[in-house]
T-cell receptor, first 114, second 110 residues
């Protein structure tokens, strides 16, 4: 079974530029999550999708971050414009459904904002 | 406020030795507690998941314990190997959402 795929693995941009990350979850997983992990900290949930609907985006900085999962499969996370404090690893995870179901994480995209 | 605190923040041990990592939480309601291992540059990988009624769960050389009364959990690693060097993250779920600890950075030296 293929795992969660993410691209790119690394991205370096200057502040005020835009950037987009892509995630392909495990086939059949209805729930998709985007997390932000700052160095030395645990992941912080940015947004959770159930199929193509948003379940929780309470911690998503909506003035600069946006995410979509149009067909209920792949998802993209965009930052526009980026700030220095956005430097982090962006992790995508998926699970069959929510609740007890185990979340499987992708390798992450390491973003550096200069 | 839902919080998960882990200790120590970092730990260095010699190969072959045992170690125990601690996790205290103030998450309510409680659904389950998970331990994840995160290698450098990789996403977290689940080691164990325990519900309220489970006191202990093992996965090879990893054994997790849960005391739901005191809201504490521990992860014991037996006969450590160099490949155990990683960050270990305690995660508590009130149901649906996951509350992550900051992780314990374990370094196993030869």
């Amino acid at each position: 079974e293929a795992g969660v795929a993410q691209s790119p693995r690394y991205k370096i941009i200057e502040k005020r530029q835009s950037v987009a990350f892509w995630c392909n979850p495990i086939s059949g997983h209805a729930t998709l999550y985007w997390y932000q992990q700052i160095l030395g900290q645990g992941p912080k949930l940015l947004i959770q999708f159930q199929n193509n609907g948003v379940v929780d985006d309470s911690q998503l900085p909506k003035d600069r971050f946006s995410a979509e999962r149009l067909k209920g499969v792949d998802s993209t996370l965009k930052i526009q414009p980026a700030k220095l404090e956005d430097s982090a690893v962006y992790l995508c995870a998926s699970s069959l459904v929510t609740g007890y179901n185990e979340q499987f994480f992708g390798p992450g995209t390491r973003l550096t904002v200069l | 406020k839902n919080q998960v605190e882990q200790s120590p923040q970092s730990l260095i041990i010699l190969e072959g030795k045992n170690c125990t990592l601690q996790c205290n939480y103030t998450v309510s309601p409680f659904s389950n507690l998970r331990w994840y291992k995160q290698d450098t540059g990789r996403g977290p990988v689940s080691l164990t998941i325990m519900t309220f009624s489970e006191n202990t769960k093992s996965n090879g050389r990893y054994t997790a314990t849960l005391d739901a009364d005191t809201k504490q959990s521990s992860l014991h690693i037996t006969a450590s190997q160099l490949s155990d060097s990683a960050s270990y993250i305690c995660v508590v779920s009130p149901g649906g959402k996951l509350i992550f600890g900051q992780g314990t950075e374990l370094s196993v030296k030869p």
